[in-house]
Each structure stands twice: as structure tokens, then as C-alpha cells.
């Protein structure tokens, strides 16, 4: 069986920072494992600018940062589309790539595999399941890596950074939000985003407002929503459905750690329930930046260099 030192399951930023903070302690039998076609994490499809300035003191969009991070990390063994099915009850991991179902031990593991946006689902949001539906993540891959223009007048729902992430995604595009909605009496952002969106890009915001239903044959064609009590429909050809972050949690979900919420519990040291499985980046369910992340994940790698000493 394949043994290693360390493995890290997840090859965004919070991933390959660590790598090469264990790099550069000299412990060099490390792995990432990264199920998509290239590391580099969400930054890889956030075309917008914010990216860099905790790292290089510049300001770079996703994919350069993400490219940078690649290039940086491009000696070591990171592993893509290698997808971690489970821990098996040896504590060994089973993982599946193009050559098919193995095994990997370890002498310690680190869950890096980030976040991911609540589904329209898991918010109990009704009406039809038609096109045009989804989540800031997809609407960033298929227009900054696929090219398209998924809608027009789309819906966004939400008021957290990503939400306004989504907007900046919009203009980059061509399309233009009818509307931003957020079911609180304030902005989940700093109130300035919201006159941003109003003055800079023409997009009004609706405080006290809630998605009800999706409603539509073949494409959306409109949204049921709920101010004050009242419901209404606002004519759109899309809905964005932004923010309430989860752990990307199924390599634990069945109990293997004791959880936060959908978060692994850590201690100060990133250490979780099981003594040689720690957890760092987004995953610990605080939506940060990826130079937070990676600030963080540095001091995990001077952490394990000092347990593995």
C-alpha cells in the first residue's frame, strides 16, 4: 500500500499553501489530493480582481492567483482529478482516479476541501426545477471558463461578499441583475457594497425579502418572493442563489470527527477529534479569503513540522 508522510486532501489555496509550508520545513513526502482537472481551488474561475495582496502585496484576479499558486507548487506531488471516496476503518484513505480504486495511508491527514453555497433545496425554496437555477460557483465556471451567458435578467439572492461576487460576475458578462434580495433588515456585507450595487451597477437591493418559489416551463420566468409578509412575483430569466456556506463535509458526515455544525472541531492547534487528522482553510466553516486561508495553513505546516519532530 501507497504510504506517505502527510496527505492533503484538497489543492485550493489553503492545500497548496500548506504543501509548501511542509516544503519549505523540509518535509517533502507530502500528497495533495485534488478531485478537479487542476488545483488552485475556487479562485480558479473568480475572474474578478482581490486576489494576492496578503502573498505578494499585489492584486490579481482568481485564475493568475490560482496560476500562480499552481506554478509555485508545480514540483510537488499534487495529484488532480483523484477523488478521496472515504476513510476506510484501517484509516487508511480510499481514493479513485483514472487508473481506478486504491488505497493511500498516511502519517497524518489535513482536510482542506473548502466550502460550497447551500442549494436552492436545502433552503426549502418551492416552485419549478427548471434552467437557469444555480449557485455563484457555477455561474463563475460557465462564464469565466466556459465563455457563456447562462441568462439576462437574472435574480440574486443574497447579500454576503459572494453575492456581490456574483454581481461583478454579471457585468463581466453582459447581463444584467433585475434585482438583489436578502431576507435580513441588513446587508450580510458592509452596507457600502449595497450602494455599489445600486449606483455603480443599477442593481437595486431588497431588505426583509425572501425567495419563495421558482416559477417557469422551460427556463425561469419568474420568482415569488415575500416582503413584510406580502408575496409578489419579479419577472426574471434567472436566479442566483449566493452565500449560507457549508463545510464540505462528506468525508465526515458519517462520524468519523467530531463536527461544529457541518464543520470539523478543531482545537487552537487545527488539530480534530482524531489526533492525526487535522482540518484548515474554509472548511473549518468561516468563509475567509484565500490569503487568510493560506496564512493559516503556514501555521499548521510549522505545527505538524514541530509534532512530526
Known amino acids: 500500500m501507497e504510504h506517505h508522510k502527510i496527505v492533503i486532501i484538497g489543492g485550493g489555496p489553503a492545500g497548496l499553501a500548506l504543501a509548501m509550508g511542509l516544503h519549505d520545513k ?20 473568480c475572474g474578478h480582481l482581490g486576489f494576492g495582496f496578503y502573498n505578494r ?14 506554478a509555485a507548487t508545480a514540483q510537488f506531488d499534487v495529484r488532480t482529478r483523484t477523488t478521496v ?11 479513485q482516479n483514472e487508473k481506478g480504486i486504491s ?11 473548502g466550502t460550497r453555497e447551500s442549494s436552492g433545496a436545502a433552503r426549502l425554496i418551492g ?7 444555480m449557485n455563484t460557483g457555477t455561474l463563475q465556471q460557465l462564464v469565466y471558463l ?28 453582459g447581463i444584467t441583475p433585475v434585482a438583489m434580495i ?25 431588505r426583509n425579502t425572501k425567495l419563495i418559489a421558482v416559477h417557469g416551463t422551460k427556463q425561469v420566468e419568474a420568482a415569488e418572493v415575500e416582503t413584510n409578509g406580502k408575496r409578489r412575483m419579479i419577472a426574471c430569466d434567472g436566479v442566483v442563489i449566493t452565500g449560507k456556506f457549508r463545510a464540505e463535509n462528506a ?45 493559516r495553513a503556514r501555521t499548521l505546516a510549522e505545527m505538524i513540522a514541530g509534532d512530526l519532530a
Open 182 to 206: 436578502t431576507e435580513g433588515p441588513k446587508l450580510d456585507a458592509p452596507i457600502y457594497f449595497g450602494l455599489g450595487a445600486r449606483l455603480a451597477f443599477g442593481v437595486p437591493v431588497k
Open 127 to 133: 416552485g419549478a426545477r427548471v434552467p437557469g437555477v
Open 103 to 113: 488505497e493511500i495511508s498516511a502519517d497524518r491527514y489535513v482536510l482542506a476541501t
Open 146 to 173: 466556459k465563455h457563456q451567458k447562462p441568462f439576462l435578467k437574472p435574480l440574486i439572492v443574497g447579500s454576503e461578499w459572494v453575492s456581490f461576487s456574483s454581481l461583478m460576475t454579471c457585468r463581466h458578462a
Open 85 to 95: 471516496l472515504d476513510f476506510t476503518l484501517r484509516g487508511t484513505l480510499r481514493v
Open 251 to 295: 468525508l465526515f458526515s458519517n462520524g468519523l470527527i467530531e463536527r461544529d455544525g457541518t464543520s470539523p472541531k478543531v482545537t487552537q492547534q487545527f488539530r480534530t477529534s482524531k489526533p492525526n487528522i487535522y482540518a484548515v482553510g474554509n472548511v473549518l466553516g468561516h468563509l475567509e479569503t484565500a490569503g487568510l486561508c493560506m496564512v
Open 26 to 45: 523540509g518535509l517533502g513526502d507530502c500528497v495533495v489530493l485534488e478531485r478537479e482537472q487542476e488545483a488552485g481551488g475556487i479562485p480558479r474561475h
Open 57 to 70: 502585496r499585489r492584486v490579481l484576479t482568481g485564475p493568475k492567483f490560482a496560476a500562480k499558486l499552481r
